[in-house]
């Protein structure tokens, strides 16, 4: 089954005292999500922004709000957030106790379930869950910033979730977040992603808009 390949910028290295103008320019370069990575200095080593700041991105973007939640106890927020406007909700398998119970919250609430999964946990902690969930993020960096080096046996690990999704007869996108740009995403899309974080390749370049495009041209 041929799935549209996503683009989602996201904005944790963007410019933030300009953060309506840093959305509208990848919106010019054909992204189809904004990635929003929140941190709480606890789960990881960075903190960044709340549900206000998903707000404020509400209001300027009709895109989906692709929301990464690098926080411990994402049930607190949860609904704050998707109040605030997230269209997807993604926790990480390493944080949440009772996985089962927090992804039916996130269908119930409106929105739909990303877990996530750091470089050191396997997949195989998903087999659980796995009809619960839309999206799983496969985390080619070790969270918490922007402008780190991709994990090179990440590929190994999309070969083995998309192997799960067939023996389950699964639907979920596989997402990639972490040290992607012009040198891999497009051997990450023919090993079968469908959606793809990028920060620093976006938000690092003086053009936005033409580094968007560029990205963009390559995953098609
Ligand atoms: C890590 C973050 C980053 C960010 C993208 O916790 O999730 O991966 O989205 O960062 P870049 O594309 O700059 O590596
Ligand atoms: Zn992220």
Redesign the pocket.
């Known amino acids: 089954m041929s799935r549209k390949k996503i683009l989602a910028p996201?904005i944790?290295?963007a410019d933030f005292s300009n953060l309506s103008q840093q959305v509208r320019s990848v919106e010019l370069g054909g992204a189809d999500w904004i990635?929003c990575?929140v941190?709480d200095g606890k789960f990881?080593p960075n903190l960044t922004f709340g549900p206000v700041v998903v707000k404020a991105v509400r209001k300027v973007t009709k895109l989906p709000l692709d929301v990464?939640l690098?926080i411990k106890d994402p049930d607190l927020l949860i609904k704050d957030f998707i109040h605030a406007g997230a269209d997807w909700i993604t926790v990480h398998q390493e944080e949440v106790v009772h996985l089962n119970r927090t992804l039916t919250m996130i269908h119930e609430l409106g929105a739909k379930t990303g877990v996530a999964i750091n470089p050191s946990t396997p997949i195989s902690t998903l087999s659980e869950v796995i009809h619960l969930v839309d999206m799983v993020l496969v985390?080619t960096?070790n969270?918490?910033?922007?402008?780190?080096k991709f994990i090179e046996n990440s590929f190994r690990k999309i070969h083995e979730l998309i192997e799960m999704r067939k023996l389950n007869s699964a639907d979920f996108l596989i997402e990639v977040?972490?040290?992607?740009?012009l040198d891999n995403i497009r051997k990450l899309s023919e090993a079968g992603c469908d959606a793809f974080?990028?920060?620093?390749?976006i938000y690092?370049k003086d053009n936005i808009t033409a580094a968007t495009m560029e990205l963009k041209n390559l995953i098609v």
């Open positions: 996201s944790l290295t990635h990575d941190m990881v990464h690098m985390m960096v969270p918490g910033f922007g402008g780190q977040d972490g040290g992607i740009g974080v990028v920060g620093n390749a690092g």
